[in-house]
Protein backbone atom coordinates (compact mmCIF):
# COMPACT_ATOMS: atom_id res chain seq x y z
CA UNK A 1 0.00 0.00 0.00
CA UNK A 2 1.45 3.36 -0.99
CA UNK A 3 0.61 6.30 1.15
CA UNK A 4 0.02 10.00 0.83
CA UNK A 5 -0.17 12.69 2.92
CA UNK A 6 -3.80 14.56 2.35
CA UNK A 7 -4.21 17.04 5.37
CA UNK A 8 -2.93 18.86 8.06
CA UNK A 9 -4.26 18.53 11.25
CA UNK A 10 -3.93 22.14 13.34
CA UNK A 11 -4.07 19.68 16.48
CA UNK A 12 -4.15 16.17 17.79
CA UNK A 13 -7.86 16.58 18.74
CA UNK A 14 -8.66 17.28 14.76
CA UNK A 15 -6.66 15.07 13.78
CA UNK A 16 -8.50 12.27 15.61
CA UNK A 17 -12.02 13.44 14.61
CA UNK A 18 -10.87 13.74 10.74
CA UNK A 19 -9.55 10.43 10.85
CA UNK A 20 -13.04 9.33 12.39
CA UNK A 21 -14.98 11.05 9.82
CA UNK A 22 -12.75 8.98 6.73
CA UNK A 23 -12.60 6.00 8.65
CA UNK A 24 -16.29 5.82 9.04
CA UNK A 25 -15.76 6.13 4.78
CA UNK A 26 -13.95 3.05 4.78
CA UNK A 27 -11.04 4.87 4.27
CA UNK A 28 -7.94 3.75 6.11
CA UNK A 29 -6.03 6.41 7.99
CA UNK A 30 -2.74 7.04 9.51
CA UNK A 31 -1.50 9.95 11.63
CA UNK A 32 2.07 11.00 11.92
CA UNK A 33 3.53 13.68 14.39
CA UNK A 34 1.62 13.17 17.14
CA UNK A 35 4.97 12.62 19.17
CA UNK A 36 6.28 15.75 18.35
CA UNK A 37 3.31 17.13 20.34
CA UNK A 38 5.60 17.15 23.59
CA UNK A 39 8.10 19.56 22.28
CA UNK A 40 4.98 22.39 21.63
CA UNK A 41 6.92 25.79 22.35
CA UNK A 42 10.21 24.19 21.55
CA UNK A 43 9.45 23.89 17.69
CA UNK A 44 7.71 26.06 15.08
CA UNK A 45 4.25 25.26 15.46
CA UNK A 46 4.01 23.88 11.57
CA UNK A 47 6.87 21.39 12.63
CA UNK A 48 4.11 19.86 15.20
CA UNK A 49 1.09 19.52 12.80
CA UNK A 50 -0.23 16.38 12.74
CA UNK A 51 -0.57 14.81 9.40
CA UNK A 52 -3.50 12.49 7.69
CA UNK A 53 -2.26 10.10 5.53
CA UNK A 54 -4.16 7.77 3.31
CA UNK A 55 -3.71 4.92 0.27
CA UNK A 56 -3.39 6.70 -2.65
CA UNK A 57 -6.12 4.75 -3.93
CA UNK A 58 -8.30 6.65 -1.92
CA UNK A 59 -6.77 10.11 -2.39
CA UNK A 60 -9.42 11.67 -4.13
CA UNK A 61 -12.21 10.74 -2.05
CA UNK A 62 -10.35 11.37 1.21
CA UNK A 63 -9.64 14.90 -0.35
CA UNK A 64 -13.07 15.60 -1.37
CA UNK A 65 -14.31 14.65 2.18
CA UNK A 66 -11.70 16.94 3.74
CA UNK A 67 -12.74 19.52 0.97
CA UNK A 68 -16.28 19.65 2.74
CA UNK A 69 -15.22 19.63 5.93
CA UNK A 70 -13.12 22.91 5.57
CA UNK A 71 -16.32 24.47 3.74
CA UNK A 72 -18.40 23.63 6.46
CA UNK A 73 -16.64 24.93 9.23
CA UNK A 74 -16.50 28.16 7.32
CA UNK A 75 -20.53 28.51 7.10
CA UNK A 76 -21.91 30.18 10.48
CA UNK A 77 -25.23 29.14 11.96
CA UNK A 78 -27.62 31.22 14.29
CA UNK A 79 -29.33 29.01 17.45
CA UNK A 80 -32.99 28.64 16.96
CA UNK A 81 -32.78 28.80 21.11
CA UNK A 82 -31.07 31.87 21.83
CA UNK A 83 -29.84 33.21 18.18
CA UNK A 84 -26.13 33.37 19.48
CA UNK A 85 -23.79 32.84 16.12
CA UNK A 86 -22.01 29.54 16.05
CA UNK A 87 -19.14 28.43 13.75
CA UNK A 88 -19.82 25.57 11.69
CA UNK A 89 -18.04 23.11 12.91
CA UNK A 90 -20.28 23.23 16.20
CA UNK A 91 -22.83 20.85 16.52
CA UNK A 92 -24.28 22.54 19.25
CA UNK A 93 -24.64 25.98 20.53
CA UNK A 94 -21.78 26.87 22.46
CA UNK A 95 -24.15 29.54 24.34
CA UNK A 96 -26.71 27.53 25.41
CA UNK A 97 -26.15 24.15 24.02
CA UNK A 98 -28.93 23.31 22.24
CA UNK A 99 -28.08 21.25 19.08
CA UNK A 100 -27.88 22.71 15.39
CA UNK A 101 -31.34 22.53 13.68
CA UNK A 102 -32.31 23.78 10.64
CA UNK A 103 -34.82 27.24 11.26
Known sequence: MSWVQVYSASNSLEAHSLKGMLESMGIEVV???ESLSSATGELPSDAIA???????????????ALHDYEAQAEQVWFCHACDEENGGSFE?????GSPRNER
Not at 92 to 96: D, F, G, L, V, Y
Open 31 to 33: LKG
Open 50 to 64: VTIWVDTMREQQARQ
Open 92 to 96: ICWQC
